[in-house]
């Protein structure tokens, strides 16, 4: 990215982009899911909306070539993810999980893999552009 050619606004997202520390101490604190944007950091709830409109983008751009394109939106799942953070933000993390009581139960990688196989399966064939939300109800409350 040029940022010389970025305007102020630019320049600060472009600015965050290019600064580790910045970016590490944003991670900390994005837990909670992005597609609602009031559970997640900025910069994971940017990158959920990106996704979602990338594959709408790429579901309408080649339709027509017999190509689909969906997204899974999982909800909490038993990963290790935890074992990757390294002193959270306690600010962070206290926005980050107000929500998370409301979470019915947290998924398995298995029940994640079992929507992907769908999305990709013949069954799915008139599924296109869509983003499946397999969180056990998170997102409904």
Not at 65 to 90: E, F, L
Not at 92 to 104: D, K, L, T
Request: with cysteine; charged share 20%.
């Amino acid at each position: 990215a040029d940022r010389a050619r970025c305007g102020p606004t630019r320049q600060s997202a472009v600015d965050f982009f290019f600064d580790r520390k910045a970016r590490r101490r944003h991670r900390q604190h994005r837990f909670g899911g992005g597609l609602y944007g009031s559970r997640a950091g900025a910069a994971y709830t940017a990158s959920k909306h990106a996704v979602v409109g990338l594959t709408k983008n790429v579901a309408f751009q080649y339709a027509n070539k017999g190509i689909r394109c969906n997204g899974i939106a999982p909800g909490g799942v038993n990963t290790n993810i935890g074992t990757t953070m390294n002193a959270p933000d306690s600010f962070g993390m206290e926005r980050a999980m107000a929500a998370a009581s409301a979470n019915p139960r947290s998924g398995e990688p298995d029940e994640i893999a079992k929507v992907a196989l769908f999305l990709a399966s013949d069954d799915a064939s008139f599924v296109n552009g869509a983003i499946v939300v397999a969180d056990s109800g998170w997102t409904a409350y």
